[in-house]
């Protein structure tokens, strides 16, 4: 098993956080950064895509983002992007492509008991997450694009976001 991975410092706590559209006046973009994480940032609707757009105060150190408690489903994507400057400008640094959560488990990779039988790969997760691990950027600002037309919820929220350089000790948790 692979060592554990751990993002920190949170550089999205420090950034300046926009969200277009606009996510419902009494659950903003803003609430990405509650440490608590009893805050919500939750859409209005359903739009085709979501942006959360940010800029860091500075230029930091990043290889890793997650989003933590969505309400996403398996027909989801989502897209990262960093660029050198501010406001989403200057050199494109890196770029996830569109990732489709809802992929299939590959013949011989599913793990009776572990991986979820269902349509939809958070089903029955007390707390759903989606993360990327990347080689390391130096960043200004980023762009998160985020879609799901298929939520019957009828929004997209997220409680969390973490983004940071990520580390593994070299010794694993264990029980």
Known sequence: MPNVRIITPNQSDDAVLTATPAMAATLPVSNLQDQTRAKVARSVGLPAPQY?????????????????????????????????????????????????????????EFVWGVDPWSDDQFVNWPVAFTVLWFAPFSARSF?????????????????????????????????
């Open 143 to 175: 762009e998160i694009q985020v879609q799901d037309s298929g939520n019957t919820d009828g929004y997209i929220e997220f409680a969390r976001l973490f983004m940071g350089l990520h580390w593994s000790p070299q010794s694993n948790f264990s029980y």
């Open 52 to 108: 959360i757009r940010g800029n860091f105060n500075g230029v930091k150190q990043i290889s890793s983002m997650a989003l933590v408690r969505h309400n996403l489903t398996g027909a989801a994507t989502i897209r990262l992007r960093l660029w050198a400057g501010a406001d989403q400008t200057g050199t494109l640094l890196y770029d996830s492509g569109v990732i489709a959560l809802g992929d299939a488990i590959g013949w011989g």
